[in-house]
């Protein structure tokens, strides 16, 4: 798919080659000696790619400090010498015991890749071309990405390259992968991040969602629904129009604008994999294969069988070892120091790539802890550690990686419902109950998801078992995050976004027990599903709100979607229980209200779409504004490159284009690109998503137009530039160091004076490149 949107075909053979030999197959074999048990062959390389992601960043970083980042090769180098030279690894070349997946699983698994990869992909890559000026008129954070990538390519620390003065406080491992692979492979950065980066992650934590879920299952059955849930979870939006106030929607929103967030969630999934093996002491009873070939198992395993003692839902028994095999072998890594040694390594990686899931992590582990503390009278000592350990490496990223800021993130319940409230409904000055009724929606879009938990009710002692306990402490926190904090771009939601799949694999997991203790037929749920989310699509066309209302609407509109949907469930559920009987009833409705919840994203944009189609056209759907494409320079990418080429990795750039393009009355501090494409320290560029900004930001201050704290570096980076003052020229050469001088000759005029003080060294389009002569 990528091809058909510019990829080069080259990129992706020297990517894909890279991404197996150097760190898919060199983490396969560290899991397969650190982690024993039965999995499946695309579990164990989803696992196996999670722990090569972790191990190349962790090499990259001394490798980029020392100035040889091509050394990150040492790694898989080494593992490959080690294993093949030690006599005790040699069998781990060959995979251990598997587990066999039904051929319907699989296919299962590759349809909901695809239909990830079209549905997030395919809008993503139109509106993010690799050509200039389409380019430059993509989506808003992709150049802050570019510029990330290119910092972490040439420094280590890395700074923020916008304004060099500022410490990277932020989630930046993503960006040493990427600047790995662009260093190994030659592939332009900007190639890696639009197209390539993403691919396999989103692969590999596809696998690992429906690994989890069939575990804590025990049947494959609950894949299809779990991994349709995964991609379209959401907020129920039933108005006719894009809003960000209940959240944008999950993994296939953020996938792509979000690479942080999709490397956290790809390692986080296998990390969780690790900490519910240890919870129940899988892994110490799960032997690795004998080395003269691999055992085939037929059934799922399942998770916490052990405590308490409750009835599993097999699909079919386990089959036996083979004939000839005795039992388990000994690993060369004694117990579970193997084990913890792996989830070190990635609760590392983690706090690295996103540090948003630490805290969840430690939630779920404190409730295992004070559930088996009051059940059993013992602390769980396996949950201690694990809680130790998130613990460790969420005081050093907040201490260390992230300095103690707090990066826009207030504990503000009610500002954040009052800003929901004026984008829904557009009354800035609303009473004191209005916006407490926005936050009381938002609660009730949140609970769509949560329904079929209360299938666990049917048998209460599934609520103790400890990944039950795990999961559902994880999702709580999550949500609970999302509702009493407050971010000026919602980046609360981030802890939902992070929690959904763990959610979706419970909610699941309780309305499939619900359903077969009814004796529910399939084809009945299904239809349970289809008419609830026909019914609130009909809700949503009949009221046709949009929002923010338009003026002359009453407020109260705002809630008549949501009001009709529910007076629909509640007169379903009387009939439904006249009819069928209340078991029944609830089995079907528990039913109904998750499939709202868990397919929201996917109904939800189809009813934004006819909307779009009428402002934009039918063709031009996916793409920028008209408007935003024309105000994008010709020739910045030109100039950009011919300057990287040019210059020397340390040198530092001045520009004077600081907002971004076409919002520059109010500026609007999010423009990226010079340091993006020049790969270059720029000065002074954006400043919006700087810790300063954020640190200093308050409810009710519009984030879009910070004013920078420096105003007198400012004015002289700009006088030297659009006015030529040659004592500001001289004051940014040698009191701030800069070399180079990116222009955007737009801003300064026709026949700008900087040409009769400095020669162009380059020009193309509304761009021209400068570099100040060195001092006589």
């Known amino acids: 798919m990528a ?31 650190l982690y024993r048990g039965r999995r499946t062959a695309a579990e164990e390389v989803a696992l196996g790619l999670a722990a090569g992601y972790a191990l190349e960043v962790l090499a990259y970083v001394p490798a980029r400090a020392l100035g ?31 587990v066999r997946a039904p051929l319907w699983a699989s296919w299962t698994l590759a349809a909901s890749f695809a239909g990830l990869t079209v549905w997030s992909g395919v809008p993503f890559f139109r509106n993010n071309a690799l050509g200039w000026p389409a380019m430059g008129a993509g989506d808003y954070d992709e150049p802050f990405h570019l510029a990330l990538t290119a910092e972490l390519r040439h420094h280590m620390p890395p700074r923020l390259p916008i304004v060099p003065d500022e410490p990277l406080l932020y989630h930046w491992f993503t960006y040493a992968h990427v600047a790995a692979s662009s260093w190994v ?65 999950g993994v296939q929103s953020t996938a792509w604008r ?24 899988r892994s110490v009873a799960e032997p690795q294969a004998p080395p003269s070939g691999p055992v085939r198992t037929r059934a799922p395993l399942m998770w916490g069988q052990a405590w308490p003692r409750v009835r599993s839902i097999p699909d079919r028994a386990e089959a036996p070892l083979r004939p000839g095999h005795t039992g388990p072998q000994a690993s060369p890594i004694r117990g579970m120091a193997g084990h913890w040694a792996l989830a070190a390594l990635l609760t590392v990686a983690v706090m690295g790539a996103k540090a948003v899931y630490l805290p969840l992590l430690l939630a779920g582990l404190v409730a295992v802890v004070a559930v088996e503390t009051v059940l059993r009278r013992r602390p769980l000592w396996p949950a201690l550690v694990a809680a130790a350990m998130t613990l460790a490496c969420l005081a050093y990223a907040q201490l260390v990686l992230f300095g103690n800021a707090r990066q826009g993130i207030l504990l503000a319940p009610v500002a954040a419902m009052r800003q929901r409230w004026q984008e829904l409904a557009g009354q800035s000055g609303a009473g004191p109950l209005w916006p407490l009724g926005a936050g009381a929606l938002l609660v009730l879009c949140l609970a769509f998801a949560w329904c079929g938990v209360a299938g666990l009710l049917a048998d209460r002692r599934l609520f103790a078992r400890r990944p039950v306990v795990f999961l559902l402490a994880m999702a709580a926190a999550g949500h609970a995050a999302t509702v009493l904090f407050h971010h000026p771009g919602y980046s609360q939601f981030f802890f939902l976004f992070a929690v959904y799949p763990y959610l979706v694999i419970v909610t699941v997991y309780g309305a499939r027990v619900l359903l077969r203790r009814a004796r529910v037929p399939t084809r009945a749920t299904a239809g349970a599903v289809a008419a609830a989310v026909l019914a609130v699509c009909v809700a949503a066309v009949a009221w046709h709100v949009t929002v923010p209302l338009p003026p002359g609407r009453p407020a109260v509109t705002v809630f008549l979607p949501y009001l009709s949907v529910l007076a629909g469930l509640a007169l379903a559920a009387v009939a439904l229980a006249a009819a069928l009987g209340r078991l ?15 397919l929201a994203c996917g109904y939800g944009l189809l009813l934004w779409l006819p909307a779009k189609i009428a402002a934009k056209g039918l063709g031009k759907v996916g793409h920028a504004v008209a408007g935003e494409s024309a105000a994008v320079p010709e020739g910045a990418l030109a100039a950009a490159r011919w300057l990287r080429d040019h210059s020397a990795p340390g040198d530092l750039v001045a520009t004077n284009s600081h907002c971004h393009w076409g919002r520059r009355d109010p500026c609007d501090a999010g423009q990226f690109w010079a340091a993006a494409l020049t790969e270059r320290r720029v000065l002074v560029e954006g400043w919006r998503y700087t810790t300063r900004v954020n640190d200093r930001w308050r409810p009710g201050q519009d984030y879009r137009y910070p004013s920078f704290w ?3 570096l400012l ?16 004051a940014l050469r040698d009191r701030h160091h800069v070399r180079w001088l990116l222009v955007d000759r737009r801003l300064t005029g026709p026949g700008s004076p900087l040409d009769a003080v400095v020669a162009p060294r380059f020009r193309s389009g509304d761009y021209a490149v400068y570099r100040l002569p060195d001092r006589a």
């Open 258 to 281: 979000s690479p942080t967030q999709t490397f956290g969630a790809l390692l986080f999934a296998a990390l969780a994999v690790l900490v519910l093996d240890a919870l129940t002491r």
């Open 68 to 98: 040889a980042p091509r050394l990150v090769l040492a790694w898989p180098v080494v593992t490959y010498l080690t294993f093949l030279l030690v006599p005790a690894l040699r069998r781990f070349w060959r995979s251990g015991a598997r």
């Open 3 to 33: 091809a058909w949107f510019g990829t080069p075909a080259r990129d992706m053979a020297l990517f894909g080659a890279y991404l197996a030999l150097a760190v898919a197959l060199p983490g396969t074999l560290v899991v397969r000696a």
């Open 715 to 730: 004015r002289l980076n700009d006088a030297a530039i659009n006015t030529a003052d040659p004592a500001s020229l001289g």
């Open 584 to 598: 029944r009833a609830a089995a079907l409705l528990a039913a109904a209200a998750t499939g709202v919840g868990l």
């Open 185 to 249: 492979t030659g592939v332009e950065p900007a190639v890696l991040v639009l197209r390539l980066t993403v691919l396999p992650m989103l692969a590999a934590f596809l696998v690992l969602i429906a690994m989890t879920a069939r575990r804590v299952a025990g049947s494959w059955r609950i894949t299809g629904p779990v991994l349709a849930g995964t991609v379209f979870v959401g907020t129920p939006n039933l108005y006719l129009s894009s809003t960000m106030v209940f959240g944008w929607g």
């Open 710 to 712: 420096d105003p007198g």
